[in-house]
C-alpha cells in the first residue's frame, strides 16, 4: 500500500500517551492525522496501558515543589561551563554546540512543568478524573497523584475518542515503522513501514510525530547500550515488549542529536516468578539483600524506598546472574502495612530455620549463615525503629553498611523473595525543543519532524519519578500542536 503525497497532515508513530496526546491534539487543531501502532489494537498503548501513572504534582494546578530542582540534579554529567554560559541566550542566539550538546535543556523543563496542568485538565475533558491514590510506597518524599484507573484509564478514554473519528484519524495496527522519508532539502515528508507479512508500507505527510517508545523491548539495543548483563534484564510490563527502539534510530539516521543517558534506563526491582503487572518488592529496605552467592552487596537503606529504589535495583542486575532475595525474619511483622510494598502475588519462599532458607533459595549454605551472622553482630539497639522514616539505626563495623532500619535477622519463620531489575522504559533518546521538535546534529530543527515521550531523552542516572507519563502527554500535546500550525502554515 503506498499513501498518497498529501493524504495525511500528520504521521504518528506509537499510541501510548505520548502518541494519542500528539495525535488528538493535532486533529483537534484542523490536521488529518495517521497513527501506526505496531501492537494489535487490544493492546494497544504501549507501556501507558499498564503503568498506575503517577504524576509528580502537589496539585492539579501545580508540579511538586521539588521537580526542576529533581532534574537539574540529574541533567547529565559535568558539562563545559565554557559551553554552558551562552543558555542565557535566546534560543536563536545560542551557538549550535550548544543548541546540540547532549544536555537536557532546563527551558524544556521548565515547560513541561508549565504545560503539566493544562494536560491534566485536557485528560479531565475526556472524562478521567485524578487523585492522591495509594502508593506501593509506605512513605514517600515527594507528593504524587495520578488518573482513577491508572495508564489503562488514559488508553480507554483517548482510545474511545480516536475510534469515534475514524476518517479525520485513521490507525493502522500492527504497523510498524522503519525508516524516515525525506525530500531533497532534508524536510521529514514519511515513513517507511512494515506490516503483517512482512509487507511494506509507505506513508506521506507533512509531519512525523515519533512517539514509539524507548528500546527496553531490544536485547540487541540494550546489549549495545547497557552491555552485556542486559541479558538478565526485561520489560516491566507486557508493553515495554513492543518498545524496540525504532523510533529513536530512525531519528539518528537523519541527524538527530542525542540526548539521554543511553546506557541506563528507569528499573524497578520485580519478582522474576509473577505474572503480574509490574510486581515490585519494595520491603527490603527491612531486611538483608543476598546474592545468589549468599552475600550483601548494598546498602538496603540509603534512604526512603521510592527515592533510592531504582540504584538498588541496577545492583541486582550486577550480581552475576542478576538476581538477588530479600530476607526477612518474623520481625517484618512489626511493620504496619508492609504487604502495600509487594505487588508480586507469588507467595515468598518460607523457613523455619535459616539453614532451610538458603536450600530453599539455592545460595550457599555457610556463605549465607556467615552473612546473616555478620550483619546481626553490627546491628544497634533496635530502640527508635520507625519504618515511616529514615530513622539512623545504622550497622556499625559492616561493609557494605546498611544506613536505617537495620534489625538482626534471628526470629523465626524466616522468609525471602526473589528479585531481579526490570526495565521501565529507557533513558537514551533525542533531543527537542520547547516545540518537540527534534534538533540535529547541528543545532537546528530538523523540519517536518517531531519526538515524544521515551524517544526525546530527557533523563540521566536517575529517574526523576513519577513524570514519565506527565512527559508524555505533554510532549505528545507540544508536538501535536505544532505539527498542526506547520501544517497550516504549508498549507
Known amino acids: 500500500m503506498i ?37 494489535p489494537r487490544d493492546e494497544r498503548g504501549g507501556n ?17 515543589d521539588d521537580f ?27 551557538p549550535a554546540v550548544l543548541r546540540a550538546l547532549g544536555l537536557v535543556d532546563p527551558n524544556l523543563i521548565a515547560t513541561i512543568a508549565d504545560e503539566a496542568p493544562k494536560a491534566l485538565k485536557w485528560l479531565k475533558s475526556f472524562g478521567i478524573k485524578f487523585d492522591f491514590l495509594p502508593l506501593y510506597f509506605l512513605s ?31 490507525v493502522f495496527y500492527e504497523t510498524s515503522a522503519r525508516e524516515l522519508i525525506s525530500d531533497g532539502d532534508g524536510v521529514i515528508v514519511g515513513v517507511k513501514a512494515v506490516g503483517r507479512g512482512n509487507k511494506l508500507d509507505e506513508f ?64 524497578q526491582p520485580v519478582d522474576p516468578r509473577s505474572t503480574d503487572i509490574e510486581p515490585v518488592v519494595l520491603n527490603y529496605s527491612y531486611g538483608i539483600l543476598i546474592n545468589d552467592a549468599g552475600l550483601r552487596f548494598t546498602n538496603e537503606a540509603p534512604g526512603m524506598v521510592d527515592a533510592t529504589y531504582e540504584e538498588v535495583a541496577r545492583l541486582i542486575m550486577t550480581q552475576r546472574h542478576g538476581i538477588a532475595f530479600a530476607v526477612f525474619d518474623a520481625k517484618l511483622e512489626d511493620v504496619e502495612n508492609w504487604p502495600v510494598t509487594v505487588r508480586s502475588r507469588v507467595p515468598p519462599i518460607e523457613a523455619e530455620s535459616l539453614s532451610e532458607l538458603a ?55 524466616f522468609r525471602a523473595w526473589p528479585m531481579i531489575c526490570s526495565n521501565c522504559f529507557t ?40 513524570t514519565s507519563v506527565m512527559r508524555g502527554a505533554v510532549t505528545g500535546r507540544l508536538a501535536g500542536s505544532d505539527a498542526a500550525l506547520r501544517r497550516n502554515a504549508i498549507g
Not at 515527594?142 to 485513521?170: C, F, H, K, N, S
Not at 552491555?227 to 508493553?239: E, I, M, N, W
Not at 527502539?245 to 543511553?262: I, T, W
Request: charged share 25%.
Open 68 to 94: 526542576e530542582d529533581r532534574f537539574a540534579a540529574n541533567a547529565g554529567g559535568w558539562p563545559d561551563p565554557g559551553i554552558l554560559r551562552d543558555a542565557a541566550r535566546d534560543w536563536d542566539n545560542q
Open 427 to 466: 533513558f537514551g533518546g533525542v533531543k527537542i525543543d520547547e516545540r518537540a521538535r527534534v534538533i540535529n546534529a547541528e543545532g537546528d530543527a530538523i523540519p517536518g519532524l517531531y519526538a515524544a515521550g521515551e524517544v526525546a531523552g530527557i533523563y540521566y542516572r536517575v529517574y526523576t519519578g513519577a
Open 140 to 170: 514517600q518524599s515527594t507528593t504524587r497523584m495520578g488518573p482513577i484507573g491508572g495508564g489503562l484509564a488514559l488508553i480507554e478514554a483517548l482510545g474511545e475518542y480516536v475510534d469515534e473519528r475514524q476518517g479525520e484519524i485513521e
Open 359 to 413: 536450600s530453599a533459595m539455592g545460595v550457599d549454605e555457610r556463605d549465607f549463615l556467615a552473612t546473616v551472622e555478620a550483619y546481626n553482630r553490627a546491628c544497634p539497639r533496635s530502640d527508635g525503629f520507625d519504618p515511616l522514616q529514615t530513622d539512623g539505626l545504622s550497622t556499625t563495623g559492616l561493609e557494605p553498611r546498611k544506613s536505617h532500619w537495620a534489625r538482626p535477622i534471628s526470629q523465626g519463620p
Open 204 to 267: 506521506r505527510g507533512r509531519n512525523v510525530i515519533l512517539a514509539s517508545g524507548g528500546y527496553q523491548g531490544n536485547q540487541e539495543m540494550l546489549s549495545h547500550y547497557v552491555g552485556p548483563q542486559a541479558q538478565f534484564v526485561r520489560p516491566v510490563s507486557r508493553g515495554g515488549h513492543y518498545n524496540r527502539g525504532e523510533g529513536v534510530r530512525m531519528a539518528l539516521s537523519v541527524g538527530a542529536a542525542p540526548c539521554g543517558d543511553y546506557s541506563s534506563f528507569h528499573a
Open 48 to 64: 501507558t496501558r499498564y503503568t498506575e501513572s503517577f504524576w509528580r504534582m502537589k496539585s492539579e494546578d501545580a508540579v511538586s
Open 3 to 39: 499513501m498518497g503525497s498529501d493524504d495525511f497532515d500528520v504521521i504518528v508513530v506509537g499510541c501510548g500517551i505520548a502518541g494519542l496526546s500528539a495525535a488528538i491534539t493535532a486533529q483537534q487543531n484542523g490536521a488529518r492525522v495517521a497513527i501506526l501502532e505496531r501492537a
